[in-house]
Protein backbone atom coordinates (compact mmCIF):
# COMPACT_ATOMS: atom_id res chain seq x y z
CA UNK A 1 0.00 0.00 0.00
CA UNK A 2 1.19 3.58 -0.17
CA UNK A 3 4.36 3.61 -1.54
CA UNK A 4 5.53 0.07 -0.78
CA UNK A 5 4.44 -0.65 -4.43
CA UNK A 6 7.34 0.87 -5.68
CA UNK A 7 9.44 -1.71 -3.95
CA UNK A 8 7.51 -4.13 -6.14
CA UNK A 9 8.01 -2.78 -9.20
CA UNK A 10 11.59 -1.84 -8.42
CA UNK A 11 11.78 -5.95 -8.06
CA UNK A 12 10.02 -6.20 -10.87
CA UNK A 13 7.30 -7.98 -9.84
CA UNK A 14 4.74 -5.17 -11.66
CA UNK A 15 5.88 -5.46 -14.79
CA UNK A 16 2.50 -5.74 -17.02
CA UNK A 17 0.24 -5.34 -14.58
CA UNK A 18 -2.10 -2.65 -13.23
CA UNK A 19 -1.23 -0.95 -9.75
CA UNK A 20 -1.82 1.73 -8.08
CA UNK A 21 0.27 3.65 -5.14
CA UNK A 22 0.14 6.97 -3.82
CA UNK A 23 -1.12 10.00 -5.63
CA UNK A 24 2.10 11.60 -5.62
CA UNK A 25 4.45 8.90 -7.25
CA UNK A 26 1.29 6.72 -8.95
CA UNK A 27 2.44 7.83 -12.38
CA UNK A 28 6.35 6.87 -11.67
CA UNK A 29 4.99 2.80 -11.34
CA UNK A 30 5.21 3.02 -15.42
CA UNK A 31 8.71 3.29 -15.07
CA UNK A 32 8.70 -0.08 -14.15
CA UNK A 33 6.58 -1.46 -16.54
CA UNK A 34 3.16 -1.36 -14.38
CA UNK A 35 0.05 0.18 -15.70
CA UNK A 36 -0.55 2.72 -13.23
CA UNK A 37 -4.48 2.80 -12.03
CA UNK A 38 -6.05 5.01 -9.50
CA UNK A 39 -8.18 3.22 -7.50
CA UNK A 40 -7.93 2.74 -3.69
CA UNK A 41 -7.07 -1.30 -3.96
CA UNK A 42 -5.80 -2.83 -7.44
CA UNK A 43 -5.94 -6.62 -7.67
CA UNK A 44 -4.63 -7.94 -10.73
CA UNK A 45 -4.43 -11.57 -10.70
CA UNK A 46 -2.09 -12.58 -8.08
CA UNK A 47 -0.55 -8.75 -6.95
CA UNK A 48 -2.46 -6.59 -4.96
CA UNK A 49 -1.45 -3.23 -4.39
CA UNK A 50 -3.14 -0.05 -2.56
CA UNK A 51 -3.11 3.84 -2.65
CA UNK A 52 -2.74 6.44 0.20
CA UNK A 53 -2.45 5.21 3.28
CA UNK A 54 -6.41 5.21 4.53
CA UNK A 55 -6.92 3.27 1.58
CA UNK A 56 -4.70 0.86 3.82
CA UNK A 57 -7.36 0.34 5.44
CA UNK A 58 -9.79 -1.01 2.62
CA UNK A 59 -6.50 -3.11 1.65
CA UNK A 60 -5.85 -4.54 4.58
CA UNK A 61 -9.97 -5.59 4.47
CA UNK A 62 -9.50 -7.15 1.21
CA UNK A 63 -6.32 -8.93 2.30
CA UNK A 64 -8.45 -10.74 5.12
CA UNK A 65 -11.04 -11.17 2.77
CA UNK A 66 -9.08 -12.79 0.36
CA UNK A 67 -6.99 -15.20 3.52
CA UNK A 68 -10.21 -15.91 5.41
CA UNK A 69 -13.56 -14.78 3.21
CA UNK A 70 -15.97 -11.82 3.02
CA UNK A 71 -17.93 -12.58 6.47
CA UNK A 72 -14.74 -12.92 8.74
CA UNK A 73 -13.48 -9.47 6.74
CA UNK A 74 -16.39 -8.10 7.56
CA UNK A 75 -16.22 -8.87 11.75
CA UNK A 76 -13.05 -6.99 11.53
CA UNK A 77 -14.14 -3.73 9.79
CA UNK A 78 -17.04 -4.11 12.69
CA UNK A 79 -14.51 -4.27 15.16
CA UNK A 80 -12.78 -1.33 14.28
CA UNK A 81 -15.84 0.43 13.33
CA UNK A 82 -14.38 1.36 9.83
CA UNK A 83 -17.22 3.04 8.11
CA UNK A 84 -15.95 5.96 5.75
CA UNK A 85 -16.44 4.17 2.61
CA UNK A 86 -15.80 0.78 2.73
CA UNK A 87 -15.35 -2.16 0.46
CA UNK A 88 -17.85 -3.65 2.47
CA UNK A 89 -20.98 -2.41 4.44
CA UNK A 90 -20.05 -3.74 7.64
CA UNK A 91 -18.39 -0.95 9.59
CA UNK A 92 -21.04 -0.30 12.55
CA UNK A 93 -24.04 -2.59 14.05
CA UNK A 94 -26.21 -0.42 12.39
CA UNK A 95 -24.78 -1.44 8.94
CA UNK A 96 -23.45 -5.07 9.25
CA UNK A 97 -25.26 -8.21 7.79
CA UNK A 98 -26.93 -9.66 10.62
CA UNK A 99 -24.71 -13.00 10.61
CA UNK A 100 -21.65 -10.75 10.52
CA UNK A 101 -23.16 -9.00 13.98
CA UNK A 102 -24.05 -12.58 15.55
CA UNK A 103 -20.63 -13.76 14.96
CA UNK A 104 -19.00 -10.35 16.25
CA UNK A 105 -21.02 -10.56 19.59
CA UNK A 106 -20.01 -14.36 19.88
CA UNK A 107 -16.36 -13.61 19.31
CA UNK A 108 -16.10 -10.27 20.97
CA UNK A 109 -18.21 -11.74 24.39
CA UNK A 110 -15.79 -12.47 26.58
CA UNK A 111 -14.20 -9.04 26.11
CA UNK A 112 -17.66 -7.79 26.34
CA UNK A 113 -18.33 -9.58 29.64
CA UNK A 114 -14.49 -8.30 30.98
CA UNK A 115 -15.13 -4.83 30.12
CA UNK A 116 -18.64 -4.80 32.07
CA UNK A 117 -17.27 -6.28 35.03
CA UNK A 118 -14.18 -3.71 34.86
CA UNK A 119 -17.12 -1.38 34.83
CA UNK A 120 -19.32 -2.95 38.00
CA UNK A 121 -22.07 -3.38 35.87
CA UNK A 122 -21.62 -7.47 36.66
CA UNK A 123 -20.79 -9.63 39.60
CA UNK A 124 -18.42 -12.05 39.93
Given at each position: ????????????????????????????????????????????????????????????????????????????????????D?P???????S????????????????????AR???????
Amino acid sequence: MCSGSLILGKAGLLRGYKATSHWSCRDTLSGFGAIPTDARVVRDRNRITGAGVTSGLDFGLAMVAELRGQTYAECTQLMSEYDPDPPFNAGSMSSAPEAVKQQMIMMAADFSRDAARLAGMHDG
